[in-house]
Structures are given as C-alpha cells and as structure tokens.
C-alpha cells in the first residue's frame, strides 16, 4: 500500500518561504517520479514540480525561478522549497505519485500567502 504524508504548509506573508515535505512508503522510492500539485480555491489542481528518478526536475511557469523540488532517496522523502511566496501560490498542495499505473496522493497541506 502507497502511502504519501505531507507536512509543512502553513501561513506566510508576501515573500516569504515555506518548505513542504512529503514522506512515501509503499513503493521504491527510487524509481518512481515524484509530484507536487496545487489546487487554489475554484481551480482545477495543477502541476507544480516534478522530480524524476534521475533527480532531474520540471516545473510550471509560474513556480520558476522561486520553488525547488528535490528528493532525499535514503528517506524516501520529497521537498518543495518555496521562495518568494505571492497571494497567488495560495492552495492545498498536494504530492503524488504512480505506482503501476495507479496514481497515488497525499493528504495535502494548507499553505496561505497573505499580502
């Protein structure tokens, strides 16, 4: 069974950084992608941040340049370190992956940017 714990969110200003975590277990680790979506209040979710096997990484337009996406493959964790944080990063944030072929999600975690 593929379990993903998220931790981290929180409420920041204008600016600020947060750093999510997420905890797998159930899989191996090192050879699944792992993904950061958000989904803001009336929005669809949408992908934030990926991060492969090979630690190589995307991101979305709109996280360039202020979030980092990165794994820990002895923990079998995955981080999102958020820079620069704007009103519109507002969003629960949730991580996922894929585990043959079925698609696996976390709880989400709650982050709020006030300006």
């Known amino acids: 069974q593929v379990q993903l714990v998220e931790s981290g969110g929180g409420l920041v200003q204008f600016g600020g950084s947060l750093t999510l975590s997420c905890a797998a277990s159930?899989?191996?680790?090192?050879?699944?992608?792992m993904d950061w979506y958000r989904q803001a209040p009336g929005k669809e979710r949408e992908l934030v941040a990926t991060?492969?096997?090979?630690?190589?990484?995307n991101y979305a337009d709109s996280v360039k340049g202020r979030f980092t996406i990165s794994r820990d493959n002895a923990k079998n964790v995955v981080h999102l370190q958020m820079n620069r944080l704007k009103p519109e990063d507002t969003a629960v944030y949730y991580c996922?992956?894929?585990?043959?072929?079925?698609?696996?999600w976390g709880q989400g975690t709650q982050v709020t940017v006030s300006s």
């Open positions: 159930g899989t191996i680790f090192t050879i699944v992608t």
């Open positions: 996922h992956t894929k585990w043959f072929g079925a698609d696996y």
């Open positions: 991060s492969t096997p090979g630690a190589s990484s």
